[in-house]
Nanobody
Framework: QVQLVESGGGLVQAGGSLRLSCAAS????????MGWFRQAPEKEREFVAA????????EYANAVKGRFTISRDNANHTVYLEMKSLKPEDAAVYYC????????????????WGQGTQVTVSS
């Protein structure tokens, strides 16, 4: 069982930056691929970024490529999402998720989810 707690959301002006954190508790964190997803009001949850167990492989949605960076610290059971050059369309609730071993961009393959953290971007 893995429990995930996101933090770091908030209000930022367009063009600004935020760093989201996801703290994981439970055994074998380093065996989980981790993903970030987001959901804006009246929209479906969408993939943002994912990282494999070692941090050596990452994937990004086209909408965030070049602006967001996912990373992980296995020693401290934490995954990060560094967000730069934020746009109003990045505003959403951001969720982190864990999946045993294999990285995927598909949300329904992730077994564990955090409660989400709100990101608001003012124009």
């Amino acid at each position: 069982q893995v429990q995930l707690v996101e933090s770091g959301g908030g209000l930022v002006q367009a063009g600004g930056s935020l760093r989201l954190s996801c703290a994981a508790s439970g055994p074998n964190f380093s065996n989980y691929a981790m993903g970030w997803f987001r959901q804006a009001p009246e929209k479906e949850r969408e993939f943002v970024a994912a990282i494999n167990w070692s941090g050596g492989y990452t994937e990004y949605a086209n909408a965030v490529k070049g602006r967001f960076t996912i990373s992980r610290d296995n020693a401290n059971h934490t995954v990060y999402l560094e967000m730069k050059s934020l746009k109003p369309e990045d505003a959403a609730v951001y969720y982190c998720a864990a999946r045993w071993l294999h990285l995927t961009t598909e949300s329904h393959h992730y077994n564990y989810w955090g409660q989400g953290t709100q990101v608001t971007v003012s124009s």
